[in-house]
């Protein structure tokens, strides 16, 4: 994000907690306040869940605008900004996800990133209506702020119990792994 | 593909202009790879999906094939294995945010020459365009 923006970005650590869909969105609630906007991939394999990229709207505006030269905002604005942002929500969860898949040695395969804005209610019901089994979740929150354009973002990977229970086998074996 | 010294003529060492096919479901990836290359005097041309791409690739026949591995209607990887079966010598480099080992290495296994990972640098694009179009391989 800090190539794409040109922006210094300081991540604070990251926080691990478990919580139920319900209580997840109440946390995020305290958070970001109205309509958010997120990029959303679906990942698969041994562990599977769901990727986001929360962003308060205002501060998706000034990501955007940060991303597309005046000229194309000009011409394109609308669907240049939606597609700048889905493909900085591409690249940060891919990444972020990635590095994760490495060191613990599981791959995982992507979905299309879909980008939405909305309420973090609305977000979470759609996840959840699709699938029912991510009643129960795990929440990995990481904040990011943008130095000089205050602009704050969560990451948000939401698994079911059975891929949080692999997630603790291959997090044990890596423990292992580094011991020796 | 073309050694060109940008005086009509073309020697041995002079820059590779290449023709590439850029495939990307993002038109902001897209726009991104378009610019840095075109600025690099190579031609480009663009579709967003994988059947549109093995389309483009069957009628222009370009120089080097730069693949997203995400996309609606086809995966990259799917595209990459039709585009070899399609041409046994097509030059593709895989360009993806996907930064897992294993990603590379099927990647690799199926064919693909090099890899740019996102988000775009610049130098490395052109780089490894120019290495792949050159008759070499552009993996890091």
């Not at chain 2, 791409?53 to 009628?59: I, P, S």
Request: charge should be negative; proline fraction near 2%; include cysteine.
């Amino acid at each position: 994000m800090s190539d794409l923006t040109g922006q210094r970005i300081v991540l604070t650590a990251p926080q691990i907690e478990l919580y139920s869909i319900d209580l997840v969105k109440e946390a995020l609630n305290k958070m970001l306040k109205g309509e958010v906007a997120s990029v959303q991939q679906i990942f698969s394999g041994p562990v599977s869940g769901h990727a986001l990229l929360l962003v308060s709207r205002e501060g998706a505006d000034i990501l955007t605008s940060l991303l597309i030269d005046e000229k194309t905002a000009a011409v394109e604005d609308r669907a240049a900004r939606r597609e700048a942002l889905a493909e900085v929500g591409n690249i940060v969860l891919q990444g972020s996800m990635g590095v994760c898949g490495n060191l613990l040695e599981v791959h995982v395969s992507f979905s299309v990133p879909s980008l939405a804005l909305e309420t973090v209610d609305d977000l979470l019901n759609s996840i959840t209506i699709q699938q029912r089994e991510l009643q129960f979740a795990l929440l990995v929150r990481t904040r990011f702020e943008l130095l000089k354009s205050q602009v704050s973002g969560y990451l948000v990977v939401i698994l079911g119990i059975t891929s949080f229970s692999t997630l603790l086998d291959e997090l044990e074996k890596w423990e292992k792994r580094q011991i020796g | 593909m073309k050694m060109d010294n940008g005086k009509g003529g073309s020697r041995k060492g002079d820059p590779v202009r290449a023709h590439v096919l850029v495939v990307d479901d993002s038109g902001f990836a897209r726009r991104t790879l378009r610019q840095i290359l075109e600025r690099a005097g190579h031609t480009v041309d663009e579709v967003k999906g994988g059947m549109e791409a093995l389309e483009r690739y069957a009628l222009k026949r370009p120089d080097v094939v730069l693949l997203d591995m995400i996309m609606e209607d086809m995966s990259g990887m799917e595209v990459l294995t039709r585009l070899r079966e399609l041409d046994r010598n097509a030059r593709v480099i895989v360009a993806t945010a996907d930064a897992q080992t294993a990603t590379k290495a099927e990647a690799k296994a199926a064919g693909a020459l090099g890899m740019i990972p996102k988000p775009f640098q610049k130098e490395q694009v052109l780089q490894t365009v120019e290495k792949v179009a050159g008759g070499g391989a552009g993996w890091n």
